[in-house]
């Protein structure tokens, strides 16, 4: 099981990017998706979530009108779009799979992670 995260970068204050989360298997072998960040010296912190079976969506506070998650079953990958981006949204980005419903970020267990993606928001 296997997930790889993708599509960061240096953007303005202002830009957009968007990632990508390549997942082996089927997204739909997960109860969820989610997308995490960690900036230097903070805790890792959830920023969205994408549930297998109804395609419901979760998003952290600081992202709500800025990122929107989305799947694309026929290509196994989820994707978080992100706009309006902020130098406070520069971290490592990770996207992790839950296989069980849980007590971590929107409810789920997150058990497969892949390895981040650096996004840096700078003018």
């Known amino acids: 099981v296997q997930l790889q995260a993708s599509g960061g970068g240096l953007v303005q204050p202002g830009g957009s990017l968007r990632l990508s989360c390549a997942v082996s298997?089927?997204?739909?072998?997960?109860?969820?998706i989610g997308w995490f960040r960690q900036a230097p010296g903070k805790e890792r912190e959830g920023v969205s979530c994408?549930?297998?079976?109804?395609?419901?969506?979760n998003y952290a506070d600081s992202v709500k009108g800025r990122f929107t998650i989305s799947r694309d079953n026929a290509k196994n990958t989820v994707y978080l779009q992100m706009n309006s981006l902020k130098p406070e949204d520069t971290a490592v980005y990770y996207c992790a799979g839950a296989p069980r419903y849980g007590l971590e970020f929107c409810g789920y267990d997150y058990a497969y992670w892949g390895q981040g993606t650096l996004v840096t928001v700078s003018s």
């Open positions: 994408i549930s297998s079976r109804y395609g419901s969506t």
């Open positions: 298997g089927y997204t739909s072998d997960y109860y969820a």
